[in-house]
């Protein structure tokens, strides 16, 4: 095989893992691939799910400062950090892709809540 050609999807695994106790979740790639898509659908539910509730928080702010909310950004960070512990043996630093995901994550949040923002007016 080409090094630098795709892996083939249908087909066993090339390559095992060292720990005795490692259980597969797919017999094929292709199955493990099907397996993401899925995964990947409810994971983009759920944050169409999260961007309603950020716009909806956007009522409840009067400033930019209050949109950003700094100390706010730290706590979900360290949430999600400590979200991540009972998963830690199974994927290797697992906490720090999961932080920087969410600090992408809510980065694009405060960007288009500030947007948000612009659009609304006080009561």
């Given amino acids: 095989m080409n090094p630098s050609q795709e892996p083939a999807v249908q087909g066993g695994p090339v390559r095992r893992f060292n720990d005795p106790d490692y259980r597969e979740v797919a017999g094929t790639l292709g199955d493990?691939?099907?397996?993401?898509d899925a995964l990947d659908a409810q994971i983009v539910d759920l944050l169409a799910q999260r961007a309603l509730c950020v716009k909806d928080a956007t009522r409840f702010k009067r400033d930019a400062f209050q949109v950003a909310a700094p100390a706010r950004q730290a706590e979900v960070f360290q949430r999600v950090r400590d979200l991540c512990a009972p998963h830690a043996e199974s994927f290797p630093e697992f906490a720090d892709v999961v932080e920087a995901s969410y600090r992408t994550l809510v980065a694009g949040f405060i960007?288009?809540?500030n947007k948000l923002f612009e659009s609304t007016k006080e009561i």
């Fill in 32 to 36: 493990l691939r099907q397996k993401i």
């Fill in 111 to 113: 960007a288009a809540e």
